[in-house]
Every structure is written in structure tokens, then in C-alpha cells.
């Protein structure tokens, strides 16, 4: 299994309606981190959250992370087809290494 | 402008055969690493770099080798013991080495078996 659970694997939504996205570590979270990749590409750094409890917001786009529960949440806020992509959350495990979830796959339907 | 290329875009592999995939950065990093990502799945680790002339296996080493003879480059070598190499490949690099830095992203390495 997964050290980093995304859920749902993939998501397709109207344009203008909200939505969350959820990460899910089987691990303490002493970092985590959100990206976003758009298909064939490289990935665009969003958010890094560090304390627990801390919520941090660019654009449209929010990220919280709940320490206690292992869990960092993304929220978008009437979503656009820009939003469209692989969301893809990372976590810090110990010096040198990054460990990603599977990722979640977003539509944005006209 | 700062950032990661990686090159080439696309390459195609022959059985048996070595190939190298490049990985530049200008932005005066110490830390470079080497992801490989396959369909429905996450970002593994291949090799990561500190610094200059040091690195180290991550989680999916076999059938890959890295240098890192300058602080900018990290080139793979994707050699004829990987026997599944097909997949995307992701260069990055992170101002410290760790969790505690947002880590950079190239555009990636799509490679393919003749």
C-alpha cells in the first residue's frame, strides 16, 4: 500500500463548483507539499505546510493540514478549466527523500 | 530565467542499449534527484545528490546509475538491466537537501522501448 493516500483517484466536476481533495499519510507529516502537473509535463509547486493546523491559500486554491489526523485536504473554490490537472501531494520523510501520493486526476467539464 | 531543463523531450530505447538523459539546473541548488513516474502512480525515487560527486540510491535504483560531476548537472543513465524503463522521467532540485524545501521540477523525459 500507498505511504501517501490520495483520494478520490480521479475527479471530474462543473465548471464553477468547489471541490476537495484529500491526502492521507500512514506516517507522521513532517511537511507536505502540493503540486500540480499537467499531462506530459513537469510538476509546478503550489503549497508547502508545515505546522499543524496551518492553512495557506494561492488564488482559488487552499491546502489545510490536520497534524493529528496525518491528512492535508485541497480545496478549490469555483473552479475554472485552469484547474484542471494531476494534483499530486508529497511528503518530507527524513533528510533527503520525498515521498508522493498516486495522485488525483481533475476535469473541469464546461 | 532560473529553472531545470531536461533533455531531450522524447527517446526511444533499443534492447540492450544504454541511454543517458540529461538534467541542467541553473539555480544554484545543491540538491538535484531523479524521479521516474508510470501511469496511475506517484513520483518514485531513483537517485538523489547532496552535493558534488556524492549521491544516493532511493527506492528504485536497480538498472539506473547517476553522476554528479558539477553542481548543475545530474544526467541518468538508464541502462540494458532496467528491463521496464518505459515511463516518465522527472529531474528536480531543492535549495536544501530533504523534506523541509520545495523541491523543482523539469518538464520530463518521456521514454519508450523500440
Known amino acids: 500500500s500507498q505511504e501517501l493516500e490520495q483520494s478520490p483517484q480521479s475527479l471530474i466536476v462543473q465548471e464553477g463548483k468547489n471541490l476537495t481533495i484529500n491526502c492521507t499519510s500512514s506516517?507522521?507529516?513532517?511537511?507536505l507539499y502540493w503540486y500540480k502537473q499537467k499531462y506530459g509535463e513537469g510538476l509546478i509547486f503550489l503549497m508547502m505546510?508545515?505546522?499543524?493546523?496551518e492553512e495557506k491559500s494561492h488564488e482559488k486554491i487552499t491546502a489545510k493540514l490536520d497534524e493529528k489526523k496525518q491528512q492535508s485536504s485541497l480545496h478549490i473554490t469555483a473552479s475554472q478549466p485552469s484547474h484542471a490537472g494531476i494534483y499530486l501531494c508529497?511528503?518530507?520523510?527524513?533528510?533527503?527523500?520525498?515521498?508522493f501520493g498516486q495522485g488525483t486526476r481533475l476535469t473541469i467539464n464546461p | 530565467d532560473g529553472g531545470i531543463t531536461q533533455s531531450p523531450k522524447y527517446l526511444f530505447r533499443k534492447e540492450g542499449q544504454n541511454v543517458t538523459l540529461s538534467c541542467e539546473q541553473n539555480l544554484n541548488h545543491d540538491a538535484m534527484y531523479w524521479y521516474r513516474q508510470d501511469p496511475g502512480q506517484g513520483l518514485r525515487l531513483i537517485y538523489y545528490?547532496?552535493?558534488?560527486?556524492?549521491?544516493q540510491k532511493g527506492d528504485i535504483a536497480e538498472g539506473y546509475s547517476v553522476s554528479r560531476e558539477k553542481k548543475e548537472s545530474f544526467p541518468l543513465t538508464v541502462t540494458s538491466a532496467q528491463k521496464n524503463p518505459t515511463a516518465f522521467y522527472l529531474c528536480?532540485?531543492?535549495?536544501?537537501?530533504?523534506?523541509?524545501?520545495?523541491?523543482?521540477f523539469g518538464d520530463g523525459t518521456r521514454l519508450s522501448i523500440l
Open positions: 528536480a532540485s531543492s535549495t536544501l537537501p530533504g523534506g523541509n524545501q520545495p523541491q523543482h
Open positions: 506516517k507522521t507529516l513532517y511537511g
Open positions: 545528490s547532496q552535493i558534488v560527486n556524492d549521491f
Open positions: 508529497g511528503a518530507g520523510r527524513g533528510a533527503q527523500k520525498l515521498v
Open positions: 505546510l508545515q505546522k499543524g493546523g
